[in-house]
């Protein structure tokens, strides 16, 4: 049989193409095995795969030092595949009574129609010995997921400036959620290949995602100023059945927070049992109100800067009143203080005294060293709701309003303001911010990823002016309205407030803010510590009275901590009366028993160990006690 020509070439053409698709096909297996294995293999698990999340670690916040502050915890979560174990009943009979819940509770969540079920609440978070003694049941289909839970070492400490994690670790408030995305890390998970229907397949091995853990947070916060803070928060609260408390401690020179305290306090494990209003404010940014006499401070640096007064040699009269454009502004004290000085005026924190330094400076003047303090905005402290405060606009700010904000009233601004402005005027004129993050740091290995490092805004007076406001408030502490701070050999300087609580533009009969700002040592100040205590129900209610002695106690229980050393060349207290009188204590050391019992001295010697000669003695020479107290001298022999 002869094949045409024409049906010869429609053969060919035939047997090209089948020769072209049998290429075609052999390069697409070529590239599929060959090329493409991996990809289509990862592409296959992610349809085939069904995750048991294995939480990765949250970050760690730690203090200066290193000391954990937030941790994790290990609290395994419970998984099921029903397809992977066919009854339900058995697994529910078993769980249950290790679980401490309803059996038919707990076997409705497992016959879900799902591919994996979460056993939840009471299988989430449980304890690691728990979960050991469930694995060892060795339950088909039965999976422990790696979980973790936040763990405080310290508890409740500094938890309103911490915050907390809901239970899917993710930052809630405070630090934990600002800094969430730092915190969180990315989890693991063990990966199980099943079949459509949750079935294990045979022909693929089980797999591992890895995730990475979260940043530690390193801060500016010593815990043991933290702790010292609370302690005297705390008792202040319990004491005087105040509403609430603010602590603050800081480096004057750095910005560097060193303690942050807000009272009431919460546990941050079981903040569903307390206000919204706890955990969402921190007190010391988030809080505004007029600062009383703490704010002096300002209008006396900028009287002092613009050369309008010296302290010493200036006099004024205040009758305990003065007028200003048909207003009564009054003092604190009723009848006056008479003819004074004005370092007088600074110790008795007159304020008659201080509407005429604030007329000295000028309206315009006095409002730009008000701002250029950083009042009536954010510190930059990087802490979340933070406040501005408010100020008077230049519109409504006549004579009348000029002169009560010299004396630190009609005005409100927030504690970290006051305490980055007092720093400012102590330090030798330099505005500092504010900050309590030192370091990020990448926990797996341990480099740091950022640091934070003490920025200078301004310098808002000169280091000579910082020099006569240090030596001014040092002379209140010891010989004025801040008396009840003074602690012998530490040098502080400080300043009182009492403010009357405002509402709705109306000031409160018979509620106050009492405060105090001091800082230490006097002639080189390492750190300023600010306490406001809000509605005191005990007690006079005046800054010198409460808030100055926590000051006082704060500074004494920390100087070690801050490398606060004894000072020399400190202003004596003067002795008032009323006050407890104290004398110095003698040096005993090196004398012999003999020669103490011929002197006459006005405290009671108590004697310790065997021998003729002293060794040592408690209190040390030179320091403060009452005039009948106790002196512990330890004898050696010879």
């Known amino acids: 049989m002869w094949v045409t020509k024409q049906v010869s070439v429609r053969l060919k053409f035939v047997m090209m193409i089948f020769i072209c698709l049998g290429c075609l096909l052999i390069g697409k297996l070529i590239t599929v095995q060959f090329f493409q294995h991996d990809f289509l293999t990862k592409k296959a698990e992610e349809n085939w795969d069904r995750e048991v999340p294995m939480k990765s670690l949250r970050g760690n916040i730690v203090d200066r030092s290193g000391k954990l502050l937030v941790g994790n915890r290990l609290a395994p979560t419970l998984y099921f595949m029903p397809a992977q174990n066919r009854e339900p009943e058995k697994v529910a009979a078993q769980l249950a009574p290790m679980l401490q819940m309803d059996e038919k509770k707990l076997e409705e969540q497992l016959k879900k129609k799902v591919t994996i079920i979460k056993i939840a609440p009471e299988g989430k978070n449980i304890s690691y010995e728990l979960a050991e003694k469930i694995q060892k049941l060795q339950i088909a289909g039965l999976y422990t997921g790696l979980d973790y839970v936040r763990d405080y070492p310290y508890g409740v400490l500094l938890s309103r400036l911490l915050g907390f994690t809901g239970s899917d670790m993710q930052g809630l408030a405070g630090l934990e959620y600002q800094y969430n995305d730092l915190l969180l890390g990315k989890q693991s998970a063990i990966r199980l290949f099943t079949d459509a229907k949750g079935a294990n397949l045979p022909h693929v091995e089980d797999g591992w995602r890895e995730g990475q853990d979260g940043a530690t947070l390193e801060l500016t916060i010593d815990v043991d100023v933290q702790k010292v803070i609370e302690r005297e928060l705390a008792q202040a609260m319990e004491k005087y059945e105040a509403d609430q408390a603010i602590g603050i401690a800081m480096n004057p020179k750095t910005g560097e927070i060193l303690g942050l305290a807000s009272f009431p306090t919460y546990n941050p494990t079981e903040y569903q049992k307390v206000d919204s209003k706890i955990y969402n404010r921190n007190l010391p940014v988030w809080m505004t109100y007029e600062p009383g006499s703490t704010f002096k401070i300002i209008t006396l640096s900028a009287a002092l800067e613009e050369n309008v007064v010296d302290l010493e040699k200036d006099q004024f009269f205040d009758p305990g009143y003065a007028n200003v454009e048909g207003a009564t502004l009054r003092c604190w004290k009723r009848e006056g203080h008479g003819q004074e000085t004005f370092l007088e005026v600074v110790e008795n924190s007159c304020n008659p005294g201080f509407i005429e330094l604030g007329r000295r400076v000028g309206p315009t003047k006095l409002q730009q060293y008000i701002r250029d303090f950083g009042f009536g905005q954010v510190t ?50 330099k505005l500092m911010t504010p900050y309590i993050v030192k370091k990020v740091i990448n926990s797996e290995n341990g480099k740091t990823l950022k640091t934070y490092e003490p920025t200078l805004k301004r310098q808002v007076i000169r280091p000579e002016t910082s020099a006569k406001v240090r030596n001014a408030l040092e002379s209140v502490v010891a010989n004025g309205s801040g008396r009840g701070a003074y602690q012998d050999h530490l040098r502080i300087g400080g300043k009182t407030g009492t403010a009357q609580k405002a509402e709705n533009g109306r000031y409160k009969s018979g509620e106050y803010i009492v405060s105090f700002i001091g800082f230490a040592p006097a002639d080189d100040p390492k750190v300023v510590v600010y306490v406001a205590v809000d509605n005191p129900k005990h007690g006079s209610q005046f800054g010198g009275v409460i808030a100055a002695p926590i000051v006082g106690q704060i500074i004494e229980d920390i100087h070690t901590t801050v490398g606060i050393t004894d000072r020399k060349e400190q202003m004596e207290k003067e002795y008032r009366w009323g006050d407890v009188e104290k004398v110095r204590v003698p040096n005993l050391v090196g004398k012999t028993k003999e020669e103490i019992t011929e002197l006459l001295y006005p405290f009671r010697i108590e004697w310790h160990g065997e021998g003729e000669k002293i060794a040592s003695q408690l209190p040390k020479a030179d320091a403060q006690i009452v005039k009948d107290g106790t002196i512990h001298v330890y004898l050696e022999k010879q």
Do not use: C, D, R, W
């Open 380 to 429: 930059g402290s990087n802490m979340a709701g933070e406040s501005t405060g408010i100020l008077f606009s230049p519109k409504n700010y006549g004579p009348v309003e000029h002169a009560t904000t010299s004396f630190g009233q009609g005005i409100s601004v927030t504690p970290i303001q006051q305490v980055q402005a007092v720093s400012a005027a102590v330090n030798g004129g």
